[in-house]
């Protein structure tokens, strides 16, 4: 296989992989609570309540959304790097509050995994 089809068909495998919605997704939401807590920092008094709200209300979000992520099953294997890079990247405060929240996700990837090789195996067998 060319590395033009290898790049077709892994762009076509991605457009159909939720996975990346959900990165983008907590990707916005990270930017939102920082950019909230960047400005509540600059603040005091009932200026910097109003602020520190609207920070608790993005971080709740975005907590909400990071037990999403860990969550995610992605459906192809461009997905699965894509995952666990970003996991891979993210600062404490992105991730999940439970401490165990690696082994949920890792189990996802394994499952994720186990699922896009037997959907090869079955392609191949019907072949």
């Given at each position: ?14 457009d ?23 400005i ?10 109003a ?43 992105e ?33």
């Open positions: 296989m060319s590395s033009q089809e290898f790049s077709t068909r892994s762009t076509a495998a991605a159909r992989d939720l996975t990346f919605v959900v990165i983008e997704r907590h990707r916005e939401l990270s930017a939102h609570y920082d950019a909230a807590m960047s509540s920092a600059k603040l005091d008094g009932p200026e910097f309540d602020a520190d709200e609207i920070s608790s209300q993005r971080n709740h979000a975005l907590a909400e959304h990071a037990n999403v992520l860990i969550r995610s099953t992605p459906t192809t294997i461009a997905g699965v790097i894509a995952l666990i890079r970003y996991v891979s990247s993210l600062r404490e405060w991730l999940p509050d439970d401490d165990a929240w690696y082994g949920v996700f890792l189990e996802g990837l394994a499952d994720a995994v186990d699922g896009i090789a037997m959907a090869q195996r079955l392609g191949r067998d019907g072949d």
